[in-house]
């Protein structure tokens, strides 16, 4: 398998506190990688660094696009990081409350569209055309994700569940070749979190990308991923498959705390 | 149902505010006779409205807090917003409405058909800064300004060169988006209320400009004996032309709403809106914010400058005292008063706050006043406005689109 | 000739800090409400016009009683600062409160709601004409030497901001109430964890807030020697710049930023134009708002996401 997104020795500094302390961290295409680590250990920090959210102090973070040349992505605008190919859904959801469920997943399309002010203006056909496909292929994405329901609910009036696939749903549309998800089961019931597993391995298969994300639920994440990540005071502290975190010293020491040896 | 409790709020709120307000709205000295005024009756006024506004006030505010668990809507907008979503329904009536706009001139006066036209040049400015501050949701305190920018580009390019209305409008729309994309490119990437400050700050700046360049604008005496526009040089009377101006009018502004309608369901309104509800997000899904912004400025400015060239035509005569920052606020509070981003909103709202002081004189010393607390109400009770935008909603048929 | 250059500047050196102090005055009530909130209290110029309509109201009716100097600035001076802070305190209840999760742009356009409506409020109930201001701050003899370099009004002004200044600074860093309003700034649910009554805290900012504004309406007015209702308008505006020059949020930062403003003016007016003078303040607001946003001591931190 070829790598799809690489991150060498990244640092991010807020003011006197480092969040992440030079951090290596890669991701294959077609992989399910999860990024694990005790509250406050940096992952998100690490998800808002990659995607151009945050500038990172140090470091370098590559991605190989499946079809283009590989890129340096330090710097650029999260706009342009999602447009390169790589896109994410947010921990304290944020949808666009006043918006339809699937103008939601329109916003999506935003950038894999054309149309400006003047087309918007006088509609011609090629126009017409590209809205309609902008229409069906957002209400494909949410019937894949099981919430074409919704439809027209306006987000701000959808349950905790749905927001969190909706956020899934929205980044799917913009066409990615790697998915970051932060924390997707967050708030989740079992049966929510069972579909979800389904759900993300589906994605996988179906749309062939690579998926990246931060989790505190450690059945799904042992279940799902092929290798899995952790952080602990922004600094890596593990890395390896399933099992072989599961009985890492280092790993079930920063979860239980410094001191509970037994 | 009222508790004895509630009626000692009451009363505790009324007497505060008696005392209150007590200096200001009791005494008056004349310092030039030497006499105070003590005018205990305003006292006396303030004590019962505020008892009894404080009931109203908690009575409303229970309610709005009734109202966040969603889906409890009031009827009367619902019904309004059933007939904005039936398509028969809208078109019947937009045509009603058309034809009535078409006749009106024959059925009210002179008078009268000049305050609606004035009433329709508000429609277009707030049209105009509802996409700005409805859609995009970017706070514009100076949208003056670019009204300003079109308004003297018509009177100077006139007075100088004799240029006509009709050659100089685009002209005005152009001068004015390039004013707004001049001002966007460095203040749009500012936080929204900082924006707000900015913008108030650049219209200002514009206006004492025009106050105190007497050789550019001919200062605070303004420009006079601007031409009205022509009609493939026909000669008009002033009643004639007045009706021309209120025909041309209401073109603009039906193509206005066209446009904004268009907009509003199109891919660039789509992330305007989007960049409203949540920058960060929106710029995770891909949509470049400056970009985004700067369109919804620039738009929103070219508006603006129309409406300033009209405005000019129109009137014949400017001056820098037609462009102050309540200008901007009274545009503002019509896109408040409406509903952010919504059209019909708009128009009712331009309606209201335009004709009311007209027809109601006992009102117009008022009219500021009342501006400031509708805003202030509006955000409060129903920050929505009072008839809230409506999304567009499709239907579909086993994944087949029907709209 | 050089002596009367020197003598120029040096009158402009101390127009400019008389008028500096003023606008520092009234830039730390939004310093301190922005701090807090996180709010552009827009109507907190009208706060310092009220203040200074009292004054007059309170100074007339007195004078036309008879009552001495002193004791007319005394309680002039009180009418101001009490009647600012309870205005102070019920805007924040009627236009702000209910708005606190409220979305972004919502109290921001209460606040230019409110704005307008206390400028027409003032308007309709007294007048829209200039009034006379009557000079409350007498001559002092034991000053008379010196006047020819800074009359006592000027000194009374620069004097009054310095006491006020410390007893801030001392309020802020040494008092219980200053402590929770610090707490507060920093992270309103950890305050609110930790017992801080915000709802009490948000009240207190106001009133302390608009009791400095009375203090600068009623200094300033008596300096200058007129008002109506839209003097908060413009006052509030150059008192917002020099909050976010120095940095909004910074208490000493917006008093170096209301010094710099005045400078600017003073010099300004003094050495180019006066015609532009509002023109100059407002073209600084844009300026720093551009090029420097957080301002000269405000740190800018990335948004949390
Ligand atoms: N914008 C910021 N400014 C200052 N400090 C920040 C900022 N964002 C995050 N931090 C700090 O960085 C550290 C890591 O935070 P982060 O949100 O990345 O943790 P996390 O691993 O996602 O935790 P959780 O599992 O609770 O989501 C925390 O100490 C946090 O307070
Ligand atoms: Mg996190």
Redesign the pocket.
């Known amino acids: 398998m070829n790598i799809a997104l690489e991150v060498k020795k990244m640092t991010m500094d ?2 006197g ?1 480092r ?1 992440i302390d030079n951090l290596d961290l890669d991701v294959k295409h077609g992989e399910i990688v999860a990024l694990i ?10 998800f808002n660094c990659i995607t151009g959210v ?1 500038r990172p102090t140090r470091g370098d973070i590559l991605i190989y696009p499946p079809d283009r040349e590989q890129l340096r992505i330090n710097g650029l605008k999260s706009n342009n990081v999602t447009e390169k190919g790589m896109a994410r859904t947010f ?1 304290n959801i944020r949808l666009f409350p006043n918006m339809t469920v699937l103008e939601n997943v329109m916003i999506g399309r935003h950038c894999r569209t054309k149309s400006g002010v003047f087309s918007a203006i006088f509609r011609s056909r090629k126009t017409i055309h590209e809205e309609n496909d902008i229409v069906e292929k957002s209400y494909n994405i949410l019937e894949k994700i099981g919430i074409e329901r919704f439809v027209n609910e306006f987000a701000k009036n959808l349950p905790y569940g749905v927001q969190r696939k909706l956020e899934i749903a929205r980044a799917l549309a913009t066409d990615p070749f790697i998915l970051l998800l932060d ?1 997707p089961a967050a708030g989740m019931n079992p049966i929510e979190i069972k579909e979800l597993d389904e759900l993300i391995k589906k994605i996988r298969k179906q749309e062939k990308l690579s998926i990246l994300l ?1 989790e ?1 639920h450690m059945s799904l994440v042992m279940n799902l991923s092929d290798r899995i990540f952790v ?1 602990d005071y922004g600094r890596k502290i593990a890395q390896g498959t399933p099992d072989e975190i599961k009985s890492n010293k280092d790993v079930i020491k920063a979860y239980l705390g410094e001191d509970s040896d037994a | 149902m009222i508790t004895i409790q509630e009626i000692k709020k009451s009363l505790i709120v009324s007497v505060w505010f008696m005392l209150l307000t007590f200096p200001i709205m009791v005494i008056r000295v004349n310092t030039v006779e030497k006499i105070v005024e003590w005018r205990w009756e305003n006292m006396f006024f303030i004590g019962i409205s505020v008892f009894f506004l404080s009931f109203l006030w908690r009575y409303l505010m229970k309610r709005k807090e009734l109202e966040k668990k969603p889906d409890i809507g009031t009827w009367e907008i619902s019904i309004l917003q059933e007939i904005v979503k039936k398509p028969k329904i809208l078109i019947c009536c937009s045509c009603c409405l058309v034809l009535f706009a078409l006749l009106l001139p024959f059925i009210f006066s002179f008078y009268q058909t000049n305050i609606i036209t004035n009433a329709l040049i508000y429609v277009m400015l707030g049209l105009g800064l509802n996409i700005v501050v409805g859609l995009a949701g970017l706070l514009d305190l100076g949208y003056v300004a670019f009204y300003a920018v079109g308004a003297y580009s018509y009177a100077l390019l006139n007075h100088h060169f004799g240029l006509g209305f009709w050659s100089v409008l685009p002209v005005a729309a152009f001068l004015s988006a390039f004013f707004g994309i001049l001002l966007g490119f460095p203040v749009l990437r500012l936080r929204g209320d900082y924006l707000a400050i900015v913008t108030l700050g650049f219209g200002e700046i514009i206006r004492l400009i025009l106050e105190n360049w007497n050789e550019f604008s001919f200062g605070p005496s303004g420009i006079a004996n601007i031409k009205r526009p022509g009609l493939f040089g026909i000669q008009m009377s002033l009643e004639t032309s007045i009706i021309y101006i209120y025909y041309l009018m209401l073109l603009i502004v039906i193509f206005t709403i066209f446009v904004v309608n268009r907009l509003q369901n199109s891919r660039v309104g789509r992330a305007w809106i989007a960049l409203r509800e949540d920058e960060i997000a929106c710029q995770a899904m891909g949509i470049d914010k400056t970009k985004t912004k700067l369109t919804a400025f620039a738009l929103g400015a070219t508006w603006a400058g129309m409406a300033g060239a009209i405005f000019a035509a129109k009137t014949t005569f400017i001056n820098p005292a037609s462009f102050t920052f309540l200008e901007s606020a009274m545009i503002l509070s019509i896109v408040v008063l409406g509903g952010m981003g919504s059209i019909i909103g708009v128009i009712i709202a331009s309606f209201i706050l335009i004709l009311t002081p007209e027809y109601l004189r006992a009102f117009s010393d008022y009219r500021m006043l009342i501006f400031g607390a509708t805003m202030v109400i509006m955000m409060v009770f129903r920050p929505q406005g009072i008839i809230p935008n409506v999304r567009r909603t499709y239907k579909f048929s086993k994944s087949r689109i029907e709209n | 000739m050089k002596i009367k250059k020197m003598e120029y500047f040096f009158e402009l050196f101390l127009g400019g800090l008389t008028r500096g102090s003023i606008y520092a005055l009234i830039a730390l009530g939004y310093t301190m409400v922005y701090g807090i909130i996180e709010l552009i209290n827009f109507a907190h110029g009208e706060i310092y016009m009220i203040g200074s309509f009292t004054a007059l109201i309170v100074a007339s009716v007195l004078t036309l009683k008879g009552f001495n100097q002193i004791s007319i600035l005394i309680l002039a001076s009180l009418a101001a600062i009490i009647y600012s802070g309870a205005y102070g305190y019920t805007l924040e209840k009627i236009a702000y409160k209910p708005l606190r999760h409220a979305q972004r742009l919502s109290p921001l356009i209460s606040a230019i709601g409110m704005s307008i409506f206390l400028q027409n409020y003032v308007l309709l109930a007294q007048t829209s004409d200039f009034l006379p201001f009557p000079n409350l701050i007498p001559e002092f003899e034991f000053w008379e030497p010196y006047s020819h370099i800074i009359g006592s009004p000027q000194l009374v002004i620069i004097l009054v901001t310095i006491i006020i200044m410390v007893l801030l600074t001392i309020l802020i860093k040494y008092t219980k109430i200053g402590k929770a309003m610090r707490a507060t700034a920093q992270d309103k649910n950890m305050a609110m964890l930790v017992g801080v009554n915000i709802n009490h805290v948000i009240s207190i900012t106001f009133i302390i807030g608009s009791v400095l504004a009375a203090v600068g309406g009623v200094l300033i007015a008596s300096h200058i020697g007129m008002i109506n209702f839209y003097i908060g308008f413009i006052a509030g505006i150059k008192a917002f710049t020099a909050a976010v020059l120095g940095g909004i949020g910074s208490i000493p930062g917006a008093v170096i930023g209301a010094l710099i403003l005045g400078w600017t003016e003073s010099f300004a007016t003094g050495y180019v134009s006066s015609d532009y003078e509002d023109v100059f303040a407002f073209a600084l607001l844009v300026f720093i708002l551009i090029f420097k946003p957080a301002g000269i001591l405000g740190h800018s ?4 996401v």
């Open positions: 807020f003011g506190l969040a680590g005790p509250n406050g250990a940096g992952k998100t920090t690490f945050y921990q924390e931060i505190h952080m | 931190d990335a948004q949390k």
